[in-house]
């Protein structure tokens, strides 16, 4: 049987076991500097890594559009920063906003505004 991811693509369910995957720092762009301040401090959310550990399956964060921060130098709470967030295998889209993470002009508290479930 062949299950899809949201990516599209094919998913062997035989691998149950979580890797870890990474994925280029959205708040610093890979930099690895922190944009606000000095580069000798470092980027807050990859210490100056440039890539951050994530857990795949990831999604684009719906919160700041996979930028990592939101109204300029803040960091997204929602991603906290990465620009992606991890989801469960087999999550699907938000019913209730269908995927836009958003209700009117607040975000949905079905999804927390990722809009998948
Ligand atoms: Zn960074
Ligand atoms: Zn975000
Ligand atoms: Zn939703």
């Known amino acids: 049987m062949k ?3 949201k990516y599209g693509l094919a998913v062997k369910p035989a691998r149950r076991k979580r890797f870890v995957d990474q994925v280029i720092c959205a708040y610093c762009g890979g ?3 922190d944009p606000k301040y000095s580069s000798a401090s470092g980027c807050p959310v990859c210490r100056g890594a440039g890539t951050v550990r994530v857990i795949p399956p990831v999604v684009a964060c719906r919160q700041c559009a996979g930028a990592g921060r939101v109204g300029g130098d803040l960091t997204c709470l929602t ?3 990465v620009g992606v967030v991890s989801v469960p295998f087999g999550a699907d889209t938000c019913p209730r906003c269908g995927g836009t993470g958003a209700e009117g002009i607040f975000y949905c508290i079905a999804c ?6």
């Open 31 to 33: 930099a690895g500097a």
């Open 3 to 5: 299950i899809l991811n």
């Open 79 to 81: 991603c906290k920063g």
């Open 112 to 117: 927390k505004g990722q809009g998948i479930v």
